[in-house]
């Protein structure tokens, strides 16, 4: 039935503004604004957000951005002005070493989860 959909992720905040900024300016990502949502189109992959008066931060990665070298991508990022997650096992550069491929995460202006994850 939706094989042949072109299907795309959403996911809320509780300021479209300050969403705005942060994935067009510090993120440098293409972003729309269409009937007070955001559209990300990344690499021919659309993702919404959309604005939620009762927003409650997504408690999972939200939004996963893959890139080849996980240390140079987690320092630009920081010096955009992105604060790194420190969970367990996560070390001092603010990477998850364990257990699988290389991943950091840090939060949107409403506490959504992201990441950065080095796809070999």
Do not use: C
């Not at 479209?16 to 990300?40: C, D, H, T």
């Not at 240390?71 to 998850?96: C, H, K, N, Q, W």
């Amino acid at each position: 039935m939706f094989e042949a959909s072109q299907t795309f992720s959403g996911f809320s905040t509780d300021d479209i503004p300050a969403a705005k900024v942060f994935y067009s300016e510090k993120l440098g990502l293409p972003v729309s604004e269409s009937n007070g949502m955001l559209q990300l189109d990344l690499a021919g992959r659309n993702h919404l957000i959309y604005p939620k008066p009762n927003h409650e931060p997504a408690s999972y990665t939200a939004l996963n951005f893959p890139t080849a070298d996980i240390v140079a991508t987690v320092s630009e990022l920081r010096e955009r002005g992105a604060v790194f997650e420190e969970y367990p096992g996560v070390d001092e550069d603010g990477i998850m070493r364990q257990g699988g491929p290389l991943i950091a995460w840090f939060k949107d202006p409403a506490g959504n989860i992201l990441s950065v994850i080095q796809l070999d």
